[in-house]
């Protein structure tokens, strides 16, 4: 029987699998050539000591003892072409993910995607970036693969009871993403190598009798009776089907509006803003590792603080460590920020979302916009921020301590993101409640991070999009919506996730369901 043991080292030894086994050879009493294999299960870092150390779950195999390698393979997936239509709307995670799970057992999806395909956005990407043009349907939110494909790539999620992680994860593995997803507490694929795996999911959903149809964004739901009869596209065409899943991601307001102006039922959600700060990875690193350098044995070092003020959270969202801020705004006159890391965390700089808890009461300003009115505040907010930073695709920043303490700061230094920035006092950009527990807050997050709360730090606004503004309520058990039947509300863009692992498995939960239906 092969021996599994929980341990702690140091990460020279999590690195060396020599050195890796010659520590096990002492923990289990065997020579280290008695060690035939080692299997890492789980790996962690522990870095609440002054000396990081590494945790892992290991499985030994010694001389003897059958030892095969895991191979990661697709499901066994049939043609569908000629099956039963079902049409999800939106290629991010939850569409994508919908679309495999369609077919596996035995359903047609036709994905409409309002942007391009992936290699396609990057053109787009470059114009928001260098000429500070948006581009509606596509860009770091809209195409192919969704928001999430040219932000980062996180696969870390809380919410084990919604589903299945490991089958997602196994299921990236399978289409190319590194096993170590399926053992690292915080799985990273990165924006450099995600879309080569989004590209081979969808050439998979074409293969075997899918529909993928780009630069197709959704102008209408046909509906009779309170049943979907189907949609139409923008360029004037008709699509049947009486089941729809709606992935369209929490940046799309048109479908929103859409939604509203037939009077489908849809509520107002709670959300957090706030701004995306950015520190010297290696402030970041000596901050959380307490030393000076972290060799090279150790990555980037990531941080994770919630704190509660004036009654409200407020806490790091999507912290990137080696990474950058990209504009995510998804039309013109507006600013958005996000963040990103490459596979490699290989970047000069950290950043984190910096966002607080909203609560419906504070959209009544926006009261006459009903359950759009938490997602007229945030426009609003984002819309002040390109005034404020000329009108261009640069954004409203200030140095950490200048922003405590109300002082425009004097100069702002480069930064990772692309389109420039410009000094402006932050208070302006959000109404005086959220500014004054952004600086109460900061002031908390220094003294628990000890050099955390510093001029060295830049702050970005506005962090807008960390969750959808609106919900699209659906029921419990059935997952359609609870007044249009055959609709199917799904992902983030619904309420009903909160990021890459999450909306898969909110997609592929709405397929087999449908699926379920259409049996009786």
Not at 22 to 38: G, P, T
Not at 370 to 391: R, S, T, V, Y
Request: glycine fraction near 8%; charge should be neutral; charged fraction near 25%.
């Amino acid at each position: 029987m092969p021996h599994e043991l929980l341990l702690q080292v140091t990460p020279e030894i999590a690195a060396n699998e020599l050195l890796l086994k010659e520590y096990l050879s002492k923990q289990i009493k065997v020579a280290v050539n008695e060690i035939q294999h080692v299997s890492i299960l789980k790996r962690s870092i522990d870095a609440r000591q002054k000396s990081v150390k590494i945790n892992l779950k290991v499985l030994i195999f010694l001389k003897g003892e059958t030892f095969q390698e895991t191979k990661f393979q697709l499901p066994d997936y049939k043609n569908v072409s000629n099956a039963q239509e079902v049409i999800v709307v939106g290629a991010g995670p939850a569409g994508l993910f919908a679309a495999l799970q369609l077919i596996e057992v035995g359903l047609k999806p036709i994905v409409i995607e309002r942007g391009k395909d992936v290699r396609g956005r990057r053109r787009d990407l470059k114009a928001i970036n260098v000429d500070h043009v948006v581009n509606e349907d596509s860009n770091y939110c809209f195409g192919e693969g969704g928001a999430g494909t040219y932000s980062d790539g996180k696969l870390y999620t809380r919410s084990k009871k919604r589903g299945d992680v490991t089958r997602i994860l196994e299921l990236f593995v399978a289409f190319g993403a590194t096993p170590d997803i399926l053992i690292d507490a915080h799985p990273h694929i990165g924006t450099n190598k995600l879309p080569q795996i989004i590209q081979d999911i969808r050439e998979k959903i074409i293969e075997f009798g899918g529909q993928v149809l780009f630069e197709t964004r959704l102008t209408d739901i046909l509906i009779k009776n309170n049943e979907v009869q189907g949609i139409v596209t923008q360029k004037g065409d008709t699509i049947l089907a009486n089941k729809i899943i709606l992935a369209t991601g929490h940046s799309a307001r048109d479908i929103y509006e859409l939604l509203d102006k037939k009077e489908v039922f849809i509520e107002a959600k709670p959300f957090a803003l706030g701004v995306r700060a950015e520190h010297p990875q290696s402030l970041i690193d000596s901050i959380q590792y307490s030393c000076d350098y972290r060799g090279e044995h150790l990555p980037p070092a990531p941080y994770s603080i919630v704190k509660q003020v004036n009654g409200r959270g407020m806490y790091s969202f999507c912290m990137c460590p080696g990474g950058v801020i990209a504009p995510c705004a998804t039309s013109p006159g507006e600013v958005v920020t996000n963040g990103w890391s490459p596979s490699k965390r290989d970047q000069i700089t950290a950043n984190s979302g910096i966002v607080i808890e909203l609560k419906l009461e504070d959209f009544k300003p926006f009261a006459k916009f009903g359950a759009l009115a938490g997602m007229e505040f945030q426009k609003n907010i984002e819309q002040k921020a390109w005034h404020l930073a000329g009108e261009s695709q640069k954004v409203p920043a200030q140095r950490m301590i200048d922003f405590t303490q109300n002082r425009v700061s004097a100069d702002i230094p480069k930064t990772s993101y692309v389109p420039g920035t410009t000094s402006v006092e932050m208070g302006q950009v959000f109404p005086g409640f959220l500014s004054q527990i952004l600086r109460e807050g900061f002031t908390e997050f220094g003294k628990s991070m000890r050099g955390y709360l510093t001029n060295e730090a830049i702050l970005h606004a506005p962090e807008s999009r960390t969750s959808s503004p609106v919900r699209i309520p659906r029921d419990l058990y059935s997952y359609e919506h609870l007044q249009i039947k055959g609709l199917y509300p799904c992902g983030e863009g619904a309420g009903y996730a909160g990021g890459i692992i999450s909306a898969a498995i909110d997609g592929e939960k709405c397929a087999l369901i449908i699926a379920e239906v259409l049996k009786k």
